[in-house]
């Protein structure tokens, strides 16, 4: 089995901070992309950021300049770091990855569970 934990959510003021952790665990051979998104109440679920197992990053232009992706390769963990956070940074956050099995070698999108983001003004 694979699964990816999140955590480091939870209620900031507006010009906080807060930091995101993602970390893949069970039978994993290796992890292509990693990424990050986030949903919030009423919208659909939109990239937030995204990192290649090489290290290039992209992100949403709603957060450029603010948020950094990052991961931790020996510890399968992917990180966002969020800072200047707005309100309508509120949302839930999911990680995903693009993880080869050990037992089949083919690659799979696997989610998280999410974590709660809020953003009080």
């Known amino acids: 089995q694979v699964q990816l934990v999140e955590s480091g959510g939870g209620l900031v003021q507006a010009g906080g901070s807060l930091r995101l952790s993602c970390a893949a665990s069970?039978?994993?051979?290796?992890?292509?992309?990693m990424r990050w998104y986030r949903q919030a109440p009423g919208k659909q679920r939109e990239l937030v950021a995204a990192?290649?197992?090489?290290?290039?990053?992209n992100y949403a232009d709603s957060v450029k300049g603010r948020f950094t992706i990052s991961r931790d390769n020996a510890k399968n963990t992917v990180y966002l770091q969020m800072n200047s956070l707005k309100p309508e940074d509120t949302a839930v956050y999911y990680c995903?990855?693009?993880?080869?099995?050990?037992?089949?070698?083919?690659?799979?999108?696997?989610w998280g569970q999410g974590t709660q983001v809020t953003v009080s003004s």
């Open positions: 069970g039978s994993i051979f290796s992890i292509n992309t």
């Open positions: 995903n990855a693009d993880i080869k099995r050990t037992w089949d070698f083919s690659e799979y999108r696997y």
């Open positions: 990192v290649t197992s090489g290290g290039s990053t």
